[in-house]
């Protein structure tokens, strides 16, 4: 079964606190990204990453780091500098970033208390 | 002006009702179009991409209108499944996309 796994599915955490959130994907995609999303707003680009070894920020990349080590796994940790990191995060995955459709998993929802 | 704008609805229609709605973008060179598809508390999946020409999928039709500046949706003879949130989505000029914030479509028996 191809797809892209995401997990925890929620995820605790205090203030202060990095976390690390989950992401891989089995169905050899090049290009992955981290999203979030809050109520009411459309998704908002974090970080995206065309090839192995290699990532760019994206609209609001400030409080979060990721890395790409392997094609399949694209790990986004959100640091304490992140101001209001309680949200919904999703993680896609598409062959390319020119114009192609991208593939959700089913996401994180993380509350920091 | 947002890149991407959405009627938020909701749109309440009862079983086999058609309905329509529209979303408009703001960069005209978007040349990618697609209309996701979200339930409550989960993550968007891909319900069609957009063709210049329209295209249509079952009971879901989807057109581009590129003088306007505008994507639509249509679906026919609605079902209490289609009630969800639909995502239009367009690139931008760096190819990455732009999601707006999404219709409500509720269906009710």
């Known amino acids: 079964d191809g797809g892209i796994t995401q997990s925890p599915k929620y995820l605790f955490r205090k203030e202060g606190q990095n976390v690390t959130l989950s992401c891989e994907q089995n169905?050899?995609?090049?290009?992955m990204y981290w999203y979030r999303q809050d109520p009411g707003q459309g998704l908002r680009l974090i970080y995206y990453?065309?090839?192995?070894?290699?990532?760019q920020k994206g609209d609001i990349a400030e409080g979060y780091s990721v890395s790409r080590e392997k094609k399949e796994s694209f790990p986004l940790t959100v640091t304490s500098a992140q101001k209001n990191p309680t949200a919904f995060y999703l993680c896609?995955?598409?062959?390319?970033?020119?114009?192609?459709?991208?593939?959700f998993g089913p996401g994180t929802r993380l509350t920091v208390t | 002006r947002k890149e991407v704008e959405q009627d938020p609805g909701p749109f309440n229609v009862p079983e086999g009702a058609t309905v329509a709605f529209n979303c408009t973008y703001s960069?005209?060179?978007?040349?990618?179009f697609f209309w996701y598809r979200q339930d409550c508390r989960k993550e968007p999946k891909l319900l069609m991409s957009?063709?210049?020409s329209g295209n249509e999928d079952g009971r879901f039709t989807a057109q581009l209108n590129r003088a306007s500046q505008y994507i639509s949706l249509l679906i026919r003879d609605s079902k209490l499944s289609d009630s969800a949130t639909y995502l239009c989505?367009?690139?931008?000029?760096?190819?990455?996309?732009?999601f707006g914030a999404g219709t409500t479509v509720t269906v009710r028996a």
């Open positions: 896609a995955s598409s062959l390319g970033v020119l114009g192609y459709e991208q593939y």
């Open positions: 169905l050899n995609h090049d290009a």
């Open positions: 990453s065309q090839i192995v070894n290699d990532f």
């Open positions: 960069n005209s060179a978007s040349q990618s």
């Open positions: 957009v063709y210049s």
């Open positions: 989505v367009v690139n931008r000029n760096d190819y990455k996309l732009s």
